[in-house]
């Protein structure tokens, strides 16, 4: 996730063996279809108490490395600079119970990074200060 002033935007990957458990890449995480490729109830982004609303802006099977994977480019804009960005991502949580995901949250200008760990059972979100 990049955010720039008052823009967040976020690369969603999934990798082959979490698209083999869904018959079509996000239809399974009942989704309607104004939701725009990412669930809210699974991946939810807040910027300083306020809660955002997704854009999709690209999305696509692709390669990494030597692995298949589907990515989504989602944007969120806030009303002002973001100071506080809380996320939430409990993607794939109801199908894999041990399911994993990071998210990178890289702050600019100055490519301020931090990592955010999520597994399956955790339903807290977490809180980025700039």
């Known amino acids: 996730m990049v955010v720039e002033g008052s823009v967040v935007v976020a690369r969603i990957r999934l990798f082959r ?18 939701s725009l490729g990412v669930p809210q109830s699974a991946f939810g982004v807040r910027a300083d108490n306020v809660a955002l609303t997704a854009e999709l802006l690209d999305g696509a099977a692709d390669v990494e490395g030597d692995q298949p994977v589907w990515q989504v480019l989602v944007q969120w804009k806030a009303a002002r600079p973001v100071t506080r960005l809380a996320v939430r991502d409990q993607l794939l949580f109801e199908i894999f119970s041990d399911q994993q995901n990071i998210a990178v949250v890289i702050a600019q200008p100055g ?6 760990y999520f597994h399956a059972g955790d339903r807290s979100e977490q809180v980025v200060t700039f």
């Open 17 to 34: 063996d979490e698209t083999r458990a869904l018959k079509h890449p996000w239809r399974r995480l009942h989704l309607r279809a104004a």
């Open 111 to 116: 490519d301020r990074r931090q990592t955010l």
